[in-house]
């Protein structure tokens, strides 16, 4: 494998080598990564999870407390809402690819800081080359600025299809701000039923979620 870290421009296979063999090589390089302090304080790295051949990619912006305990990302509350926020796209979790802009939690799940997103999101763009997702599905303000290149908030960009080089990105809420604020429910559960439109699913409806 050879890695460029350019922006969405990282990954060249080499070789008979596949997405999933590359996924794993990049998983173990996030944790070997010591080159910031967030290595110092994980329990556990999480470099991402799901379908090496995804039609869609979600980005998050970093672990949390439960996905720093399990090495998995969105496996607390915001990621019991995420599983029902799918289900209204008509997409399962076996069916996509889960990641973050960082692959470590910050300490007291406070704001990635601009060197550790220098620092980490080559992972990111070799996960995004590898997978060539049809959609970026960026959660919260972090992951949309990163991927769009722009300052503009998530809520003048959610709901939208936008689009990066080859990738179309399609900017959401983050669960986690609908756990908190609930007047956001209803604009991420018809963001993800407008995901599945432009996929051509039928919404799964599920079991009303995360409280």
Same mark, same amino acid.
């Not at 996030?30 to 790295?45: F, I, K, M, P, Y």
């Not at 209204?88 to 799940?109: D, Q, W």
């Not at 049809?134 to 709901?159: D, W």
């Given at each position: 494998?050879s890695i460029h870290y350019?922006?969405?421009?990282?990954?060249?296979p080499v070789?008979?080598?596949?997405?999933?063999?590359?996924?794993?090589?990049i998983s173990?390089a996030?944790?070997?990564c010591?080159?910031?302090?967030?290595?110092? #304080?994980?329990?556990?790295?999480?470099p991402g999870f799901?379908n090496?051949?995804?039609?869609?990619m979600l *980005?998050?912006e970093a672990?949390?407390?439960?996905?720093d305990?399990?090495?998995?990302?969105?496996?607390?509350?915001? #990621?019991?809402?995420?599983?029902?926020?799918?289900?209204?796209?008509?997409?399962?979790r076996?069916?996509?690819f889960i990641?973050n802009?960082l =692959?470590?939690r910050?300490p007291?799940?406070?704001?990635?800081r601009?060197e550790?997103?220098? !620092?980490?999101?080559p @992972?990111l763009?070799?996960?995004?080359?590898?997978?060539e997702p049809?959609?970026? !599905?960026?959660?919260?303000? @972090?992951?949309? =600025?990163?991927v769009l290149?722009?300052?503009?908030?998530?809520?003048? +960009?959610?709901?939208?299809?936008?689009?990066?080089?080859?990738?179309? *990105? @399609?900017p !959401?809420f983050?669960?986690?701000?609908?756990?908190?604020?609930r007047?956001?429910r209803?604009?991420?559960?018809a963001?993800f039923r407008?995901l599945?439109r432009? +996929?051509?699913?039928?919404p799964?409806e599920?079991?009303?979620?995360?409280?």
């Amino acid at each position: 494998m050879s890695i460029h870290y350019d922006h969405f421009k990282t990954i060249r296979p080499v070789g008979t080598e596949v997405p999933q063999q590359l996924l794993e090589e990049i998983s173990d390089a996030v944790w070997a990564c010591r080159r910031c302090e967030l290595a110092e #304080g994980r329990t556990n790295a999480v470099p991402g999870f799901g379908n090496a051949s995804a039609r869609i990619m979600l *980005v998050g912006e970093a672990p949390g407390r439960n996905e720093d305990l399990q090495g998995k990302p969105f496996v607390g509350a915001a #990621g019991k809402y995420l599983t029902e926020l799918l289900g209204y796209a008509g997409l399962t979790r076996e069916e996509v690819f889960i990641a973050n802009v960082l =692959k470590c939690r910050p300490p007291s799940n406070r704001n990635p800081r601009p060197e550790e997103i220098e !620092v980490c999101t080559p @992972f990111l763009r070799d996960q995004v080359r590898t997978i060539e997702p049809e959609y970026l !599905v960026t959660m919260g303000n @972090f992951s949309t =600025k990163f991927v769009l290149r722009t300052e503009r908030g998530i809520t003048g +960009l959610r709901g939208s299809v936008h689009v990066t080089g080859p990738f179309k *990105v @399609f900017p !959401v809420f983050h669960p986690a701000a609908a756990i908190y604020d609930r007047s956001k429910r209803d604009v991420l559960e018809a963001d993800f039923r407008a995901l599945g439109r432009l +996929l051509g699913n039928e919404p799964i409806e599920p079991l009303r979620g995360a409280e």
